[in-house]
């Protein structure tokens, strides 16, 4: 027998007995749903175990860690694990003692090529104890709470990940509740945000902002494109703003903090500087922002400046860039409220390429368009107030140079 699957759901019996993984040496793929059995290293036999997939564990026969890892030791030809106790709210979460991690000795697993771990701390305690080879290539861990990690554990997770998974971390997106990460040998082909993600933490109960301790711990240094769905401090994308080598970026909720970091480094206190200040985003090159109500006020950095919309501190944000030789070569607009067709134009003057895109637009018209399907006057021209005098926007405290 090489493959065994078995289902109990709403079962009175819901343990398996420990006499059908004795009875054949020869086990390769292993299914347990709503059931249990006795995770006993003696009294079963896994060492030919290729894929081992638990849902939905009973507290009953649910395992302690020590004994998970210890009939995991036996399955040196693993190449996928599923553990996952998410929709069991009787499920334990304290399989683990965490002032005894120090004397768990970890497990090998040379063959594993995907390992999907779902429940709560403990699974992320277990994942740090499982030395995984460079034949890995896909890591799923889904946490109750993210905010239960302690920062040394989700440093060391990050480690991991850098370590275990061959090629350098070139995508990154930061969703609402999971962080994902894409890595490749191939430095040239930049994975896309639609293929599947080497790395996917993910939480049901917590936001990107709670996951910083691990994210922060990854190396970066090599990150091409990065999507940020939440609104981030400035703290944050300050850190993401030192990355060399981030070209793609694209940017969800208001870019207020975003706009204020990517100025950092255009402006000095004085024209006397000896050396220009250092700047952020060097490699940014294409920008996309969605669902950004583009005309609202834009929270700048000092709060002596002039109020200003989010569109003109985009406005001179770009102008800024472009004169420092740092110049993007695209911006797309995807369903964003609050510019008009003559800001659009101005846009156009700094970068070469300039989408804005629209798939509906509720909330004062009702008709859908596309930027290209028509002029800059706009079927609103008569009634958008122009500004003849426009200027890029600056700080009233700082003066303007060229940075080489």
């Known amino acids: ?111 594993l090529e995907r390992i999907t771990l779902i429940g709560d701390l403990s699974f992320c305690v277990l994942l740090n104890h499982i030395v995984l080879s460079h034949n890995v290539c896909s890591i799923n861990l889904n946490v109750r709470d993210l905010r239960e990690i302690p920062s040394l554990l989700a440093q060391a997770l990050a480690e991991k990940f850098d370590n275990c998974v061959e090629g350098p971390t070139l995508s990154l997106s930061l969703c609402s509740r999971s962080i994902r990460c894409w890595k490749s040998k191939d430095t040239a082909q930049i994975p896309s945000f639609y293929d599947p993600p080497t790395i996917n933490i993910g939480s049901p109960s917590t936001t990107l902002n709670e996951g910083e301790s691990f994210w922060h711990s990854l190396c970066l240094d090599q990150l091409v494109s990065l999507e940020i769905h939440n609104p981030l401090g400035r703290s944050s994308w300050t850190v993401f703003g030192n990355l060399p080598k981030v070209r793609d970026l694209r940017v969800w909720s208001p870019p207020d903090e975003f706009l204020n970091v990517l100025h950092h480094g255009l402006v000095g206190k004085s024209t006397d500087d000896a050396q220009p200040v250092h700047t952020t985003f060097p490699a940014l090159r294409n920008l996309t922002m969605l669902q950004c109500r583009l005309d609202s006020v834009a929270n700048v950095e000092h709060n002596t400046s002039p109020v200003v919309s989010i569109v003109q501190l985009m406005l001179s944000c770009f102008e800024l860039r472009k004169k420092a030789a740092l110049p993007l070569e695209s911006l797309k607009l995807e369903e964003c409220t609050g510019v008009d067709g003559i800001q659009l134009g101005r846009l156009r003057v700094i970068i070469d390429r300039v989408d804005w895109i629209f798939e509906e637009y509720s909330l004062e018209h009702d008709y859908n368009f596309h930027d290209d399907d028509f002029d800059f006057g706009g079927p609103w021209s008569e009634d958008t107030e122009t500004d003849e005098d426009f200027e890029p926007y600056f700080y009233e405290d700082y003066d303007y140079y060229d940075v080489d």
């Open 1 to 111: 027998m090489e493959k065994l699957e078995i289902r109990l759901r709403n079962s009175e019996r819901n343990e398996v007995p420990y006499e059908l993984f004795t009875m054949s040496s020869q086990l390769q793929h292993l299914i347990l749903d709503d059931c249990g059995m006795v995770w006993d290293s003696k009294l079963v036999d896994f060492r030919n175990l290729r894929s081992l997939q638990v849902v939905n564990l009973y507290q009953q026969s649910a395992p302690s860690l020590h004994q998970l890892l210890t009939v995991l030791r036996q399955m040196s030809c693993l190449e996928s694990l599923h553990l996952d106790h998410s929709e069991r709210r009787d499920a334990p979460t304290d399989l683990v003692d965490l002032s005894m991690l120090h004397d768990i000795e970890p497990v090998i697993l040379g063959c």
